[in-house]
């Protein structure tokens, strides 16, 4: 054991050859995943937005995020709000966001959630979940950019081990999302008893 330990360690990034490794192709059956989204305006986004983990500049396909169920969602979008310390949510921003439950078709999905792939992309999860965005976005232009063709990426949540979907648009596969909006945040059951269970504050 070296008398000097480095502080932190490496962070990884596709190495060069990444497009000529073997990354194992998941099948995701057909199933139901959940999205949180403005009030008034459609489940179905496809961005780059600088703020989402996978979704560099330059990929290829824009990418729509989803969560295995609602309290998956409701921690992407407010986990940062819970654990910041206040466990104080923006009333405004709650109350004009809704939920929408979209069922996905069966896809051919690049799942960082598993270990096999991890270490056939010669990828830690430290460097998957990196602060710094500009790693994972690194790693979801490789993953649109290989010659597998894969249709998402499927991940953990930093918050819960559950499943995240971050989906490309591409293959048609708009037309093959059926979305059904499922109501309003406070109007909902699940969300209102997510937000007690947690004792956050609308302010």
């Not at 009333?91 to 966001?97: A, K, T, Y």
């Not at 992309?121 to 602060?131: E, G, I, T």
């Not at 309003?184 to 609308?202: G, I, Q």
């Given at each position: 054991?070296?008398?000097?330990?480095?502080?932190?360690?490496?962070?990884?990034?596709?190495?060069?050859?990444?497009?000529?490794?073997?990354?194992?192709?998941?099948?995701?059956?057909?199933?139901?995943?959940?999205?949180?989204?403005?009030?008034?305006?459609?489940?179905?986004?496809?961005?780059?937005?600088?703020?989402?983990?996978?979704?560099?500049?330059?990929?290829?396909?824009?990418?729509?995020?989803?969560?295995?169920?609602?309290?998956?969602?409701?921690?992407?979008?407010?986990?940062?709000?819970?654990?910041?310390?206040?466990?104080?949510i923006?009333?405004?921003?709650?109350?004009?966001?809704?939920?929408?439950?979209?069922?996905?078709?069966?896809?051919?999905v690049?799942?960082?959630?598993?270990?096999?792939?991890r270490?056939?992309?010669?990828?830690?999860?430290?460097?998957?979940?990196?602060?710094?965005l500009?790693?994972?976005?690194?790693?979801?232009?490789?993953?649109?950019?290989?010659?597998?063709?894969?249709?998402?990426?499927?991940?953990?949540?930093?918050?819960?081990?559950?499943?995240?979907?971050?989906?490309?648009?591409?293959?048609?596969?708009?037309p093959?999302?059926?979305?059904?909006?499922?109501?309003?945040?406070?109007?909902?059951?699940?969300?209102?008893?997510?937000?007690?269970?947690?004792?956050?504050?609308?302010?």
């Open positions: 054991m070296s008398s000097d330990p480095q502080p932190g360690r490496t962070l990884l990034l596709p190495a060069a050859d990444f497009d000529r490794l073997g990354i194992p192709v998941t099948r995701q059956p057909r199933r139901s995943w959940f999205r949180v989204h403005s009030s008034g305006r459609s489940a179905v986004f496809f961005g780059r937005l600088p703020h989402h983990r996978f979704s560099h500049p330059d990929c290829p396909y824009a990418l729509l995020y989803v969560g295995a169920t609602i309290q998956t969602s409701l921690w992407e979008v407010f986990g940062d709000d819970i654990l910041g310390g206040k466990c104080v923006s009333e405004g921003r709650w109350r004009g966001s809704s939920v929408s439950r979209m069922t996905v078709p069966e896809i051919q690049c799942a960082l959630n598993n270990a096999r792939t270490e056939a992309m010669r990828v830690d999860k430290a460097s998957l979940m990196a602060s710094d500009a790693m994972p976005q690194a790693w979801g232009l490789a993953v649109q950019r290989h010659p597998a063709g894969f249709q998402a990426i499927k991940y953990s949540s930093r918050f819960v081990d559950q499943a995240c979907l971050a989906l490309f648009d591409r293959d048609a596969i708009l093959q999302l059926k979305v059904t909006h499922l109501g309003s945040l406070s109007d909902l059951e699940t969300a209102m008893d997510w937000l007690h269970e947690r004792k956050a504050a609308l302010v």
